[in-house]
């Protein structure tokens, strides 16, 4: 089993670190605030509970 490739990202809301998976080693990142209708995106929540999305470029 291969072990997914971790990412860090800022919370927009409050600026904590969180870790994302990122499906390849070059992906660009994007985080957004929103939901968006389209792409591949994760779903990601802070430790402090804020609820916001990174979407793979
Ligand atoms: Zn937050």
Redesign the pocket.
């Given at each position: 089993m291969q072990t997914p490739k971790m990412r860090e990202v800022t919370?927009?809301?409050?600026?904590?670190i969180s870790n994302v998976p990122v499906p390849e080693a070059d992906v660009k990142l994007k985080v957004s605030p929103y939901r968006r209708a389209f792409g591949d995106y994760t779903e990601i929540e802070?430790?402090?509970?804020?609820i916001?999305w990174v979407y793979y470029c």
């Amino acid at each position: 089993m291969q072990t997914p490739k971790m990412r860090e990202v800022t919370c927009p809301e409050c600026g904590e670190i969180s870790n994302v998976p990122v499906p390849e080693a070059d992906v660009k990142l994007k985080v957004s605030p929103y939901r968006r209708a389209f792409g591949d995106y994760t779903e990601i929540e802070c430790l402090d509970g804020h609820i916001f999305w990174v979407y793979y470029c």
